[in-house]
Structures are given as C-alpha cells and as structure tokens.
C-alpha cells in the first residue's frame, strides 16, 4: 500500500482495524520505525500534524546519518553540506577562545556522517522512502488521545471527523513535546531542569555570493559547524550558541535551559542578538538577512529521565523519550531519533511474526536500545550535565576569561622577555582553576570526557 494523504478536506478511508501499526508524528523516530516495520512486512500508517512531513520540525541542525544510512540511500537525500570543520569557542563578553578541527577523513565519504539539512526537505524525503517502502502517511492529522481496552492500548484517537484508529501496535515518536504519551501517562512531564529553549535563525547573503565559502574557508560542498559556549554566547545561561553552514544560508541559534529563561535572563530572541552581535560571531552574519526565525525545546535530561519505553501495545521512541545528547560538546537526537526508530520497528515485525502484542514481547525494543549507542552514549555522559551545573560560575565565566587573558599575555608583544609573560599566564590559569591542587580535582571530575 502506497498512498499519501495530504488535503485536510479529503476524506479518509476508513482506516480503522486495517493496519498493523501506527505511528505518531513523522519525524525521523517515527519514518525510520514505519521503514523498518514496512519493509519487515508490515502494513503501517504514519499520522502527521504536519502539511507534509519536517514541516514543524525545528533544529540547529546537522544530522548525524549513520543508522540512516543503513535504512535507505542517501544519494538523491536533500542533503546542504557535510560538516568539514568543528569549531568550539569559548566567549567572554568580548574574547574569543578557540579550538578548530578539520580532518582530512571528514572530506570523504561519508563524511563522518555529519551534514547539515533542513528537516523541512530532509523529513519529507525520509517519509517518502517509508512510503517507497509500503507505509501510508497521513498528514494534516493530529493524534489527540490513545485508545485502550482492558490497560492495553490499541489505537488512536485523532482530530479528523472519523477519528479512532485502532490498529495493534502503537509507535509513540512525537517529539519532545510529547502530549499524547504525557497524558497517557507513559511519561511524566519533563522538569524545567531537564528543557532547554531553542532558538533559531536561517541568515541568507543576497549581496555577497560567496559569503560562505569566503567567511568559513570553504570549498564545494564542505560545511562548519561551530558551537559557542560562555558568557559571551548565552549571558548567565546555562547552555550555549550554534552556527552551522547551509547550501545558501547559515543557520544561528542558541539552547539555554528554560529555567535561566525564566530567572532573569534576556528572552532567547534578545541573547540571540546579543550572541550575533559578539565581536567574534558579528563577522560571519555582516550584511545577512534573516529568512527564518523558530523556537522550539529540547528533552536533555540524559538517561535518568528516560520513561518505560515499551508497554502493552505501544513503544516510545526519539525525542518523546528523551533520547538526546545535548551536553556543550555534543549535540546529538537525530541519530539517537533513528537508531531508536529502527530497534523500536524490528521489534514490533518480530512480536507481530509471535502474534503478541505485551510490553515483554516488545522489550528486545529496550534491551537492543540498552546495547546501542544511543543508551551508553547518554550514560556515559550522564554525570557531565550536573558537574557542569557545580561549577557553572568556572565552566561559563571563570574558564573563557582565564585563557583569554592567558593567551592575550602568552603572545603579547612588548620589550618583556617571552619568560615573563610565559610566566604570568601560566599564572593567570593557576588563580582560575585553583593552583596544582585545584587542577588535579578538576582533571579528575572531567576525566571521563576524554577517557
Ligand atoms: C534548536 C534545535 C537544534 C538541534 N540541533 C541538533 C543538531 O544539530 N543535531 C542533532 O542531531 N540534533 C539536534 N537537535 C535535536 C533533534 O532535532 C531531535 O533529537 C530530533 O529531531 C528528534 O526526532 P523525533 O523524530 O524524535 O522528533 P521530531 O523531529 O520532533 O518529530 C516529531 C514529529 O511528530 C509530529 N507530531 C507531534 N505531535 C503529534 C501529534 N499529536 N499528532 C501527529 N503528529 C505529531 C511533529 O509534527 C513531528 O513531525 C536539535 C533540536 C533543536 C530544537
């Protein structure tokens, strides 16, 4: 079955009790569930909220392909650049400390599989390849509720005027707002410690040409990714700025956690002006014209905040179950969103093959999840988010002034011998961190970034 429905007026078939699986949102989660559980035989429908798919969608953003690339080929995927080059500085309220990466690997395919894409194509495209494959999409559709008999769910509820879907297998994969799971009560409401507000401009140069190829040092379909921590990215906020290079555009953003947004700092729109106007980020935007403007959240409580992922009926996947890395020097879901897609779909194909529908048949969704990237990336880094939050005055302010004046006295230029100045920047790090004693305390808080 190949179809796609994409007028509010049509009316839709009755489509009740003729699927095996319905999927919530067509997202990246939910279209890489729908491919797996099409090509394993199923037939599937994906609801959409959307006009078409990824056009509510929202992010920085590059996309990390690996799991992707095993699903479908990525050969005519609306892709903009493949990241060639990581930049991470750090801002004062006028420094810029900075450390670039660009290796020569990241120019072959696949590129490190890292390239930066607008979900409103990228999304689309990516449903299309489920469709391909067998699933139907139903768009302009929102699912308002879950249907349940005897504490199992099986079906849906939606806004059309012929409403309930029923259908065995439920793929929650909604994003971060997650509603339906929230007032199912699959999933607790995400504390405010655990969102960060994000938001987001697409700059395009319509007097410059070669605006991206001269300000970033690019060539052909090379791109950068720059992200931005400090005082000089998001003033007293815990979180930090982004920019990413497009085809045409460049996109500019920044995610700080939702409870600074309400305790006195800048709205987002006024941190992100501020953030475009740094002296080390004005720059890049010099005669740009803002095309886009968006705001959305982000689940980034790590591990501890996610939610039982399956029940009788139904698995959550993606952003609905807070499967993001977003730790300052990660920034990763898509991956997580179609890693957890695709276990989440295999599993449902193997517990239809069983005739089962119970949370037990579908837990090899959960363990495979446990095994993969995904849940010891999140683990691994599960400490990080609250040593960071102990030491926020150091990490965001103390840290980014300390090498900018280290390096601002290292290289200073005068009739001093080189020793001196050598002298009062190791100097100037030691009062930062606390002398040797100090250093060593820290080296052995953060070790586990690098070990
Ligand atoms: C500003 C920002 C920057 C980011 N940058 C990056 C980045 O650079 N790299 C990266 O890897 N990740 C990034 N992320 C995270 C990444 O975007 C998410 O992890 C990823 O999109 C999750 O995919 P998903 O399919 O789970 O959810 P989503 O992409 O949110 O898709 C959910 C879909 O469900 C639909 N939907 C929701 N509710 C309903 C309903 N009730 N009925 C029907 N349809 C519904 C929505 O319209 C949407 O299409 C960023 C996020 C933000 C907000």
Redesign the pocket.
């Known amino acids: 079955m190949t179809e796609i429905i994409a007028d509010r007026n049509t009316e839709t078939p009755d489509y009740d009790d003729r699927f095996d699986a319905v999927v ?9 569930a729908a491919l797996t559980m099409a090509d394993g035989g199923l037939d599937v429908i994906m ?4 006009r078409y ?12 392909t690996p799991t992707i690339r095993k699903l479908a080929d990525l050969d005519d995927a609306p892709l903009e650049r493949y990241i060639a080059e990581r930049r991470y500085g750090m801002l004062t309220d006028h420094d810029e400390t900075a450390i670039s990466i660009s290796p020569g690997e990241w120019h072959e395919p696949p590129h490190n599989d890292s390239y ?1 894409v607008f ?1 409103g194509e990228f ?1 689309e495209w990516f449903a299309e390849q489920a469709v391909d494959a067998g699933a139907t999409l139903l768009t302009e ?4 509720g879950l249907v349940r008999e005897n504490g199992r769910i099986i079906g ?1 509820k ?1 806004d059309r005027p012929d409403g309930t879907l029923r259908a065995p297998y439920v793929v929650l ?8 799971s929230e007032r199912a009560e699959l999933k607790e409401t995400e504390q405010r410690g655990n969102v ?1 507000v ?3 401009e697409v700059v395009e140069f319509p007097d410059d040409d070669n605006a991206i190829q001269d300000r970033f040092r690019l060539t052909g379909d090379a791109g950068a ?1 720059y992200h931005y921590f400090g005082e000089g990215a998001v003033g007293d906020a815990f979180g930090g700025g ?1 920019v ?1 290079t497009n085809g045409e555009t460049v996109s500019v ?1 920044l ?1 700080y956690r939702i409870s600074d947004a309400v305790s006195g700092q800048p709205n987002p729109e006024g941190t992100l002006n501020a953030f475009k106007t740094h002296p080390a980020v004005a720059p890049l935007f010099r005669g740009g014209r803002t095309v886009e403007y ?6 980034e409580g790590g591990a501890d905040s996610v939610p039982e992922l399956t029940h009788d009926g139904a698995v959550i ?5 807070g ?2 890395l ?1 730790n300052g020097v990660h ?8 890693e ?2 695709f276990h989440a779909g295999k599993s449902i194909v193997d517990a239809a093959e069983q005739g089962r529908t119970d949370a037990d048949a579908l837990s090899a969704y959960a363990e495979n999840l446990e095994a993969s990237f995904v849940m010891r990336n999140l683990r691994r880094y599960e400490w990080l988010m609250e040593a960071v939050e102990n030491d926020r005055e150091f990490v965001f302010r103390e840290l980014p002034q300390a090498l900018a004046d280290a390096g601002t006295e290292y290289f200073r230029i005068d009739r001093e011998p080189k020793e001196s100045h050598a002298e009062n920047a190791k100097e100037r790090i030691m009062e930062a961190v606390g002398g040797y004693t100090g250093a060593a305390k820290l080296a052995l808080r953060y070790r586990k970034i690098v070990t």
Do not use: C, H, Q, W
């Open positions: 919530v949102g067509a997202g990246l989660a939910g279209s890489a609801i959409e909220r959307g798919p990824g056009a509510k969608n929202v992010f920085g953003g590059v996309l990390y930066t979900r999304d559709t929102t699912v308002t849906v939606t994969a909604e994003g971060g707002n997650s509603l339906v960060a994000a938001v987001k990714a982004f990413y953003g995610a968006a705001a959305k959240t982000i689940p996947v993606g952003d609905a179950a499967l993001v977003n920034l990763e879901g898509t991956n997580m969103a179609v957890s897609g």
